[in-house]
């Protein structure tokens, strides 16, 4: 037993550890801990990468400062499958590039070994487990891996809800994400996080649907929408899907060229002093009945290289519906691009397939 835990850990977790023989009580032993999380973390507490936590209590929340090293792993059961900050709750995951932070199934045998015990019977699938639901200020996710989630009624794997995160060179495979309602959500959903929220230098692969925003998040060109290491690894639905709750009340700017913003709200203003500004050769997608306003007093700076168009639109960077060639683009697709100063929609040539 390692002591460094029995002064933070134990009234929280049962901790295993292995004897020279390869003997405990655990289901794996590769000279490794193994936590077993069977309460919420309620004061300030450390996690270390000599041990692998299994996340095994119904909601687990953090409800203090849960500090996690790097190289340190992270698995969920499918009978306790969720991870949320509450209260004052802080997560502080910040890995680095040689020893990330990973956040995976039970299942998965490639991180840590198999806990599970099953050795090859099981292998582990998008939608092993639920999610980490971020509600306090604060939380810092770097260099961390989000594997196989999104079996919530949201279908993300981490999702920043109404507060201000930072997100960097993460990495996310394997996940769902998709639609579920009117509402499109990604595996890193972002859909009602706070306007300072930080998403960049982060990594999408082999997700259903990577990414979703509330469309006052600045989005810059760092992020990346295929393996580094296999360019044919994208994504099914592969695009940032925006939506407003807030709409645009700041200078916000949207650079990201690899996949297309895909606007799926029928009401979304930009309004008056605030300003939304394209970079060269970003591209804009609209589900059915949306729109953009441009309201009195506002700015929307695009250019020739800019593409306005349908969802089904696989012409410009790609299948971002993820049907394939079920469908095809046509006019009346979208509401279109309405400009409350001239009191009309707009008829630039870099629109397509709208209604006006």
């Known amino acids: 037993m390692k002591f460094k835990y029995l ?7 049962f901790i295993c550890s292995c004897n020279d023989d390869g003997d405990s009580g655990c289901t794996d032993c590769n000279n490794t801990n193994v936590v077993v999380i069977t309460d919420d973390v309620v004061v300030n507490t450390t996690w270390y990468a000599d041990s692998i936590y299994v996340i095994k209590a119904w909601d687990f929340y953090v ?15 499918a009978d306790g499958p969720f991870m949320g900050t509450s209260g004052s709750g802080t997560i502080v995951a910040n890995g680095t590039s040689s020893s990330p932070i990973v956040f995976t199934s039970y299942k998965d045998d490639a991180h840590g070994g198999d806990q599970n015990g099953d050795g090859n019977a099981t292998a582990p699938a998008s939608r092993d487990w639920q999610e980490v639901l971020v509600q306090t200020n604060g939380c810092t996710f770097r260099h961390c891996k989000f594997l196989y989630g999104g079996d919530g009624s949201y279908l993300s794997t981490l999702n920043i809800y109404d507060v201000n995160a930072t997100i960097d060179n993460c990495t996310f495979a394997y996940n769902h994400g998709g639609k579920s309602g009117a509402f499109y959500y990604g595996a890193l959903d972002a859909m009602n996080a706070s306007e300072n929220t930080v998403i960049t230098n982060n990594v999408f692969y082999e997700n259903n649907l990577p990414l979703s925003i509330e469309s006052v998040i600045q989005i810059d060109n760092s992020n990346t929408f295929h393996n580094p290491d296999n360019a044919g690894e994208i994504n099914k639905m592969n695009g940032i899907f925006v939506y407003s709750y807030d709409d645009f009340f700041k200078a916000v700017s949207w650079e990201e060229t690899e996949v297309p913003f895909v606007i799926n709200d029928n009401d979304l203003w930009i309004e008056s002093g605030a300003s939304l500004t394209l970079a060269e050769n970003v591209v804009l997608k609209f589900t059915p009945t949306s729109v ?47 400009d409350d100063n001239l009191s009309a929609y707009l008829a630039w040539s870099t629109i397509s397939y709208d209604s006006h």
Do not use: C, E, H
């Not at 002064?7 to 977790?13: A, E, G, Q, S, V």
């Open 292 to 338: 953009i306003v441009i309201g009195i007093g506002a700015t929307f700076n695009q250019n020739a290289s800019n593409a306005f168009t349908s969802f089904k639109d696989d012409s410009r960077l790609g299948d971002t519906n993820g049907d394939g060639d079920a469908t095809g683009p046509m006019d009346g697709d979208w509401d279109g691009i309405y």
């Open 7 to 13: 002064l933070t850990l134990l009234p929280l977790f």
């Open 63 to 77: 409800t203090a400062t849960l500090t996690i090293q790097p190289g340190t792993i992270i698995k969920f059961t």
